[in-house]
């Protein structure tokens, strides 16, 4: 609410720098997954608005990909230099991200591959296992098997 108060008053002053803060408000979007509200603000920003702000741009490429459950163009998408500002909310954004990933692996396979499971969380092999193995899977052979998960710790995101 409080970033489309922000928005309201940037539109009333006719403030043209006020396009910055469209990618704040597009990340917490993202962030209590409300990617309807992030696709209509997408469509009100004025064409001048995209061109002039390529963070806003970035953001969307990743609303785009969160709204296809593209989980490695999620991850590619987020891998950028961020602004200060919006670096903590692209940092969150990861986090949940990864943690919606290990859920679905876990609801979807009895053993995945490390390989599937760096896809699905957007790190290395080496980096999968260990935050597997740290959330209540095991390792055997080659595989990782949920074996001690806990479902229901993240809501998934919003219907497209």
């Known amino acids: 609410r409080a970033c489309e108060d922000l928005e309201l008053d940037a539109v009333n002053r006719g403030d043209e720098d006020g396009f910055a803060h469209y990618v704040t408000q597009m990340m917490c979007y993202f962030l209590v997954d409300d990617l ?3 696709r209509f603000l997408w469509k009100r ?3 001048a608005g995209k061109e002039s702000t390529p963070e806003l741009a970035a953001a969307w490429t990743v609303g785009r990909n969160l709204w ?6 999620i991850y590619t ?3 950028i230099a961020w602004s200060d500002d919006v670096a903590p909310l692209a940092a969150q954004l990861r986090a949940k991200v990864q943690a919606r990933g290990l859920e679905v692996l876990a609801r979807t396979y009895q053993d995945a591959s490390q390989s599937t499971a760096a896809a699905a969380l957007g790190c290395s092999p080496e980096e999968a296992v260990q935050k597997c193995c740290e959330n209540g899977w095991e390792l055997q052979g080659d595989s990782l098997v949920p074996t001690n998960v806990t479902f229901g710790a993240t809501e998934d995101f919003a219907e497209a």
Do not use: F
């Not at 296809?68 to 163009?73: A, K, M, Q, S």
């Open 36 to 38: 309807e509200n992030a």
């Open 45 to 47: 920003v004025s064409d």
């Open 68 to 73: 296809n459950r593209d989980y490695p163009g």
């Open 77 to 79: 998408s987020l891998d």
